[in-house]
């Protein structure tokens, strides 16, 4: 219900001045309130808020279509930036920041079937839709996506000719940072309050308690050595461990090149970026310790380390060191962006580092390089370096004087993180170490989800635009179901089970064809399975729906036929313990809470069924009896058998039967591709139209009309469908889900898995709060791929409001 509707109820009233009747004012004030809890919601009509349109609501969100709303929440229609093609964000302009987060390993049937423990990402999120999983990466993809080049046509001008080329020396980032004049080396030593900014290692500062610092003099002078150093590392089961280092002299002679065994067991030896294998370390006994210490010998006191992002060494190594020059800032990129090493190496040193043939990086060769680039940069001068290098390195061509042959240059279309920071908007990555295509001053490495939370909530200062990565979960997933087919097989296997009935006993010879006609009357049947006994015949009934099992169960149980009388039951299973209570939770999900299931029957089976509902609450409970068995759908008539006026169901009929109980917003009509609706999902305006249909269930039962509160949430367009992999390369993949269905214990690993999700949402929940008010939240649960196809994902958004 949206607030605006109750608001204008009370304004009609006081216009009309009449005084209301106990029964309306209580009315009155139950609106008013639901309004209330709405409003502390975020769903104020003056406030953000996301919204998906109705035709798009049961389609995936794909990576590029996330990003195209991240641009428009981020610059909005005064960059450029148009509405999302999907969806409709209200007062952009009074978004402050954009978060996403990313969650691996989970997919959106994960989501459902921890559903009870997930509290915070199924309250405080109001809207959700699958998203198709990517074999890209997507918290680069979105750093790295292209703005439409109608955005923010002042950042994409470029003129040729003297003048602007000479201006665009001047404002050139590394002319902008250094000035023109040559300097020596003490000109490019990092400031503390650069090594802060840039989170170097830092003597004093929080998370850096347990770093050795080396014995460095306050200041340094320009005839201070110079020392290249380069560290390899591989993961481990505590994050990322040193496992190589390597130390240049200023004139590149070697002085110290050590394996480092790492204190914890590796998982992955990352050789294609490091170089190490596993028979590389077995032998080796040096520890993290040895390596400080023999750093800490051979270093003076005077001197200044060198190194390519230099920070990530230092982290690496647990060494503080005051005096550093980084010499991916000193050949600076716009818009705050860094070089790559090797690249730099190619095109300054004219040497090829890194390259396909070798296995894994060299530390000594990338150390010298590093050491070399910084020597070439003090020795040469800033405005040489840019003069010499403006073409290959920034992609400029300087010009003496305007060309009027040549054609303007083309226009360039930058990155939506280059754009943020042209605009003084902050971007940020922070999760486990990753090749993110964002420069690697804005990204932060760390060990644990743990870690990484801590992290973002002790910053002062919130970036604009924050990525953060959960991998945690996906670790864990990976150890304890080496095959993770099985487990997801597993997961969706419970979730079928909710949309499963059994039934029976039925009169002898009674065929799976008579049970799909007198169970649809409920819900889309997906599949029937006959369980003949030698004495009787019962069925295993599985609906595409959550509404249709339940509605047979409250419909169907006690049917009598030929004077015996079915039973219909859930089937008993450990896992469906907590069934009720899951239901019940659907039921209120703030998605359905003002959505309801109509079925239109048959009017043979409405006719051979004799309907008492006691109305309570939000639920009804109906008891029904079939006095003959020839009374079904179908009936033989003189030996033949023929088929009843089957009932049609369409919006006009629909809107004009249920619009008597409130505004009716949409009408979604559940039907085969050919064949006829007889099942529709209702919105209603508010939820009051919901609960006064539910209220009147016995007098839609007059019009052939079964009704239930909403179950399956809206973006579903089958719950069962959720949980069937969409296949790729295995046409047999459905069937082989559907042959069996056997009971399954719940293991170690399930409660393991549960307690996961449980702290999965309570860091989700601490995260949400901590980000400042007007904030856009994206959770995504990324899906998961395999060789026979994917499972989908889930993308929940909100904009967070004031507290």
């Known amino acids: ?138 918290a680069s993809g979105i750093f790295s996506s292209e703005v439409p080049k109608s955005a923010c046509p002042f950042l994409l001008q470029r003129r040729n000719g003297s003048s602007e080329l000479h201006k665009a020396l001047r404002s050139h980032p590394v002319i902008t940072k250094f000035g023109t004049q040559r300097r020596g080396l003490t000109a490019y030593v ?31 002078t320009d005839n201070s050595p110079l020392y290249g150093i380069d560290c390899e590392m591989v993961q481990t089961e505590k994050g990322y461990e040193l496992a190589r280092v390597s130390l240049v002299d200023s004139d590149g002679n070697c002085m110290l090149d050590d394996l480092v065994k790492p204190l914890n067991r590796i998982f992955n030896y990352l050789t294609r970026f490091s170089g190490i294998t596993a028979a590389m370390l077995q032998p080796i006994t040096t520890t993290l310790r040895d390596v400080q210490a023999k750093l800490r010998k051979l270093l003076p006191s005077d001197a200044v380390l060198v190194g390519h992002s230099i920070n990530n060494d230092l982290v690496a190594l647990k060494l503080i060191h005051q005096h550093v020059i980084d010499t991916s800032l000193l050949y600076r990129k716009e818009f705050g962006q860094r070089f790559k090493l090797k690249v730099l190496a190619k095109t300054v040193l004219k040497r090829q580092i890194q390259t396909e043939e070798k296995k894994g990086h060299n530390p000594i060769e990338d150390a010298l390089a590093a050491l070399e680039l910084a020597q070439y940069f003090i020795k040469t001068g800033p405005r040489q370096v840019v003069e010499l290098h403006m073409e290959e390195l920034w992609g400029y061509t300087i010009v003496e004087e305007e060309s009027t042959d040549s054609e303007p240059a083309p226009t360039p279309s930058p990155r939506f993180a280059d754009i943020l920071q042209t605009l003084g908007r902050s971007v940020a990555f ?11 001053s804005h990204q932060q490495w760390h060990n644990s989800d743990k870690e990484m939370l801590a992290s973002f909530r002790r910053r002062t200062k919130r970036p604009f635009l924050s990525v953060l990565q959960f991998s945690s979960l996906s670790d864990h997933l ?13 997961v969706c296997a419970n979730l079928r089970d909710m949309c499963v009935v059994f039934a029976g006993p039925f009169p002898a010879a009674f065929s799976e064809r008579e049970v799909r006609r007198l169970f649809c009357c409920c819900g889309p049947v997906r599949n029937i399975k006959m369980l003949n006994t030698t004495v009787r015949v019962h069925a295993e009934v599985e609906f595409e729906l959550l509404e249709g099992a339940m509605l047979a169960l409250k419909t169907l149980n006690g049917l009598d036929m030929q004077g015996q009388s079915i039973k219909v039951q ?26 309801l299931y109509a079925v239109k029957l048959n009017p043979s089976v409405a006719e051979s069924i004799q309907f008492s509902a006691r109305v309570n609450g939000h639920t009804s409970d109906a008891k029904c009896s079939v006095k003959t068995a ?10 033949q058998r023929s088929h009843p006026t089957k009932s049609k ?37 508010s939820s009051e139209g919901k609960h006064a249909a539910l209220r009147s269930s016995q007098d839609l039962w007059k019009e052939k009309y079964l009704v239930c509160p909403s179950l399956t949430p809206p973006h579903l367009p089958s719950w069962v469908a959720m949980t069937t992999a969409i296949t790729t390369a295995d046409p047999d993949n ?70």
């Open 1 to 138: 219900m949206e607030p605006s509707s109750s608001a204008a109820t009370c304004n009609r009233r006081k216009r009309k001045n009449i005084a209301p009747t106990a029964h309306e004012e209580a009315k009155r004030l139950k609106t008013a309130q639901e309004g209330e809890e709405l409003l502390e919601c975020g769903h104020s009509s003056r406030s953000q808020r996301i919204s998906v349109l109705p035709d798009r609501l049961h389609q995936p969100i794909t990576p590029d279509e996330l990003t195209e709303l991240l641009h428009y929440a981020a610059l909005g229609k005064t960059g450029g930036i148009k509405q999302p093609s999907w969806c409709r964000l209200q007062h952009q302009k009074r978004v402050k920041a954009v978060n996403v987060v990313i969650v691996e390993g989970l997919t959106q049937s994960h989501f459902y079937k921890h559903y009870l423990t997930l509290r915070h990402l199924r309250t405080n999120y109001t809207t959700r839709l699958t998203f198709s999983p990517s074999s890209a990466d997507l």
């Open 190 to 220: 990092l400031t503390q309050e650069e090594m802060i900014k840039k989170h170097f290692p830092v003597k004093g500062m929080p998370g850096f308690e347990d770093y050795v610092c080396t014995d460095s003099v306050e200041s340094v």
């Open 430 to 440: 922070l999760g486990k170490r990753c090749d993110i295509d964002l420069d690697l």
């Open 478 to 490: 990976k150890r304890s179901y080496p095959h993770q087919e099985h487990q997801h097989q597993r």
């Open 570 to 595: 859930r089937p008993v299973y450990e896992s469906m313990l907590d069934l009720d209570l899951t239901l019940d939770t659907l039921m209120c999900d703030s998605l359905n809470a003002s959505h």
């Open 630 to 639: 020839n009374r079904l759908p179908s009936v033989k008539v003189n030996g």
């Open 649 to 685: 169901l369409s919006e006009e009929m629909v809107r004009e039967t249920f619009g008597h109980f409130g505004t009716v917003e949409k009408v979604v009509l559940l039907a085969k591709p050919g064949k006829r609706a007889r099942h529709a999902y209702i919105k209603f305006e």
């Open 734 to 803: 459905e069937a082989a889900e559907d042959k069996e269905r056997t009971p399954m214990h719940t293991s170690s690993q399930d409660q393991e898995m549960e307690l996961m999700m449980g702290k999965l949402d309570c860091r989700l929940r601490k995260l949400f709060r901590s980000l400042p008010e007007g904030t856009l939240s994206v959770v995504v649960l990324l899906g998961h791929t395999s060789a026979h196809g994917y499972l989908p994902g889930l993308c929940l958004m909100e904009v967070k409001q004031e507290s």
